[in-house]
């Protein structure tokens, strides 16, 4: 996956000045390094010992000399021109604004049952009408899970981890928060959002394509990946959410359809790994009702008030208004 992934490097319209490879798996070698050296692309490969997603992309940014910094999962695979394509939407914005840039678009084509699965997600506020919108449950619409379908760079309030970008600046005042992905997925939406409370603005470009080749062994593991949605919903929630009760009752309502939705899966397909799956869900919900994760993830220092932080370092209370 990640040698087909370089490959799609390889082939930009535009390159990059640099690439970065952390690996905290057990790669052979560093792939493709000549093929970047023949292309004067300066090739940087470290091996760190302990895993983790986030504290990976912090190492990367550390090292990194690039005005934009691009975020790519070794599992995608992109279009030739996707780098070009995002650094257009950073050359039109001539007033800075423009924190970060992802790809994706709308709602995707799909059969009556897909179609049928959005209004569901849509009635219990599981995902919304646009993508890139967050919903007052707390749960976010993805790409691709919405009703509407755009053609050029709009706005967005988060941005996908399979490949973002972001201005180097603003890794002057955030970070990825460290041990995220250890108990739950979402990182990406955890620090995009941040950056758009903080000033910036986030862009989604249907111009910039890729396929994302993700395969079960990637995750093999369903019922820690029951578990690790819910768990890092509430995490987002929490930190980003409404501060009113009836959002509590939202955050619940969307979870509760989640859980119905996936127990149907698993009676239909009569699938094993469905049910460790709605097991991981169903414990993770019961941990959010005890209160167990009230201090997960928490800086040392913050207040919480309600169930959510009190306001702090890119982190406010209601996001401002956009630059003009």
């Known amino acids: 996956h990640l040698e087909a992934c370089l490959a799609s490097v390889l082939e930009q319209t535009t390159l990059p000045i640099e690439l970065i490879v952390i690996d905290d798996g057990d790669l052979p070698a560093p792939p493709l390094r000549d093929a970047f050296a023949s292309k004067g692309i300066a090739y940087i490969y470290r091996r760190k010992e302990e895993p983790g997603l986030t504290e990976s992309r912090n190492l990367g940014v550390s090292l990194a000399r690039g005005d934009i910094l691009c975020f ?11 780098l070009e394509r995002t650094l257009e939407v950073y050359r039109s914005d001539s007033e800075h604004a423009i924190g970060g840039v992802g790809f994706g678009d709308g709602a995707t084509p799909g059969s009556w049952l897909l179609w049928l699965r959005r209004l569901y997600n849509l009635v219990f ?25 755009f053609r050029r760079p709009m706005r967005a309030f988060f941005l996908g981890g399979a490949a973002m970008s972001y201005r180097r600046e603003v890794f002057d005042r955030w970070h990825f928060t460290p041990g995220y992905h250890q108990i739950a997925v979402g990182e990406d939406k955890d620090f995009s959002h941040r950056v758009a409370r903080g000033g ?6 249907p111009l910039a394509r890729l396929y ?26 929490r930190e980003f959410g409404p501060r009113h009760p009836l959002a509590w009752i939202l955050f619940w309502w969307a979870l509760g359809g989640y859980l119905l939705s996936r127990v149907a899966v698993a009676v239909a ?31 040392a220092g913050t207040a919480l008030h309600g169930g959510h932080p009190a306001a702090g370092p890119g982190l406010s209370p209601d996001p401002p208004a956009p630059r003009t």
């Open 72 to 82: 790519l999962d070794d599992d995608v695979v992109l279009e030739p021109d996707f």
């Open 125 to 149: 506020l599981i995902s919304g009408v646009r993508a890139g919108r967050v919903l007052p449950s707390g749960f976010c619409t993805n790409l691709g899970e919405g009703f509407v379908r």
């Open 200 to 205: 910036y603005e986030l862009v989604i470009t």
């Open 212 to 237: 994302h080749a993700e395969t079960e062994e990637m995750r093999p593991d369903k019922r820690g990946v029951g578990r690790k949605f819910v768990v890092g919903r509430y995490l987002f929630f």
């Open 269 to 299: 397909t009569g699938s094993a790994r469905e049910r460790e799956r709605v097991r991981g869900i169903v414990e993770a919900m019961r941990d959010i009702a005890a209160g167990r994760l009230r201090d997960a993830l928490v800086p």
